[in-house]
């Protein structure tokens, strides 16, 4: 459907793979990925909005009266996410609400919304050298670099990091180390791991190493595995999904180094930023990583239909009451 008043075409039906093989290019996310969408959000997408003038191409799925727009971490200005909204509206009547998470303020989109949370991505700018990125840091980080660095070698002079492209047994074996050194370490510190919370976990994560076609920064000592980090190449990005470490080389701070090498591996490989997700945003920060602001949203086609979304309001609600117990508990 030609919607030439939004310059936008609405696509109804199995996504064309040429319009997927377009998300990389145009996006730099992993999570604008066929592979995040098919591993992660396990959503085939039934529909796309392609837009011109810039191109865009925002590709969703459509259940009973919501739009779901799959495409994340993406930069799309507040126009043009009211272009698409408006074309998406337009060609299916029976839509009542849109869901799409944005990286500008949401009052800035002028329609009916309701914020259902924000989150704060950490990414990496990255300078064009290894050198620059270590330039970059501050002072302490690099001191603190050389000391943890010396510290070890001088502790395990077999130490050696190599990146990996491995096969799928390959790669299967070493999601299920990292998987085993994270829930060891997160039950050391008295948390459950999500990979014991939810079971499914397990899977959907080799799905992604898998299908995104993840590279493994691997560190060994005495020619034995002592950790790892997976990163993922997007465009002129690179994502550190994640990454785990042997709790034996905890008292020279490996997981800090692995995670260093890591970014130094995405600059060496031509990125130009490095996501880090939203986790550990302490030790990231030390490492140059700087929060940026998404915030996800329902859109309606009126202001009635927000207000009469009683569902939203009861699901906000009971996520809020679930953060103030934890943050509660913490405390205590």
Known sequence: ????????????????????????????????????????????????????????????????????????????????????????FAALPEARRIRIEVPFAPRELLLPHRVLDVIYPLVIDLPDTVEGYYASLGSRTRKNV????????????????????PDPNDMRELVEQFITWNIRRMRAGGHVSSFEKDKTRRSTVTELMLRGGAQAVTTTIDGRLAAVEFVHYVGNAATIYAGAFDDQYADVHLGFLSTYWAICETARGGARQCHLLWTGDYYKGRLGAHPS???????????????WAFDEVR??????????????????
Request: glycine share 4%; hydrophobic share 40%.
């Open 1 to 88: 459907m030609t919607h030439p008043e939004f310059g936008a075409v609405v696509h109804l039906g199995p996504v064309p793979d040429e319009l997927l093989d377009e998300l990389p290019g145009l996006y730099s996310s992993l999570r604008s990925t066929r592979a995040w969408f098919a591993a992660i959000d396990q959503m085939i997408p039934n529909g796309a909005c392609i837009l011109s003038n810039p191109r865009h191409v925002l590709v969703f799925t459509l259940k009973n009266d919501t739009v779901k727009i799959l495409n994340k971490g993406f930069v799309i200005s507040s126009d043009d996410t009211r272009r698409a909204c408006q074309a998406i």
């Open 146 to 165: 050389r000391n943890f660095q010396n510290r070890l070698r001088s502790s395990y002079p077999d130490v050696k990091t190599e990146v990996q492209a």
């Open 293 to 307: 602001t998404a915030s996800q949203l329902s859109v309606f086609r009126t202001e009635a239909q927000r207000f």
């Open 315 to 332: 699901e906000i609600g009971w996520r809020r009451c679930k953060e103030k117990v934890r943050s509660l508990l913490r405390i205590g």
